[in-house]
């Protein structure tokens, strides 16, 4: 019997989650900001609005609509993304906090600014 072939992905700690401002730091769409449509967790993955467009062809049917080419988002690898901070507008170096209320939520470290809300 072939032994099956199992990708092992580790989930690593995800701090980003949706409607997320971040920017890519690496490959080539570097550079680009744009919001977390997705969290892939057990992939280590993201979507991001409008990064890593690849182009899809459909058939016409009934769900998809006309089909032809559809331009969608693949998701990117968490590594790859950085959160940016609403307030000062700069990516990275997060901390985690706890609030008053116990829960648990982002501090810039910068302006020292609650991104959770
Ligand atoms: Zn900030």
Redesign the pocket.
């Known amino acids: 019997m072939p032994k099956a072939r199992k990708k092992s992905i580790v989930p690593v700690p995800i701090r980003l989650k949706k409607n997320d401002l971040v920017e890519v730091r690496s490959g080539r769409e570097k550079g680009k900001t744009g919001k977390i449509l997705k969290v892939i967790r057990d992939k280590n993955q993201v979507l991001v609005e409008k990064v890593n467009m690849i182009k899809r062809h459909t058939r016409p049917s009934p769900t998809t609509g006309q089909g032809g080419i559809l331009e969608k988002e693949a998701p990117l690898h968490v590594s790859k993304v950085m959160l940016i ?6 990516a990275g170096r997060f901390r985690m906090t706890v609030t008053a209320e116990g829960k648990k939520s982002r501090v ?6 609650l991104i959770d809300g």
């Open positions: 901070c609403p307030k000062c507008a700069t810039c470290r910068k302006c020292k600014e």
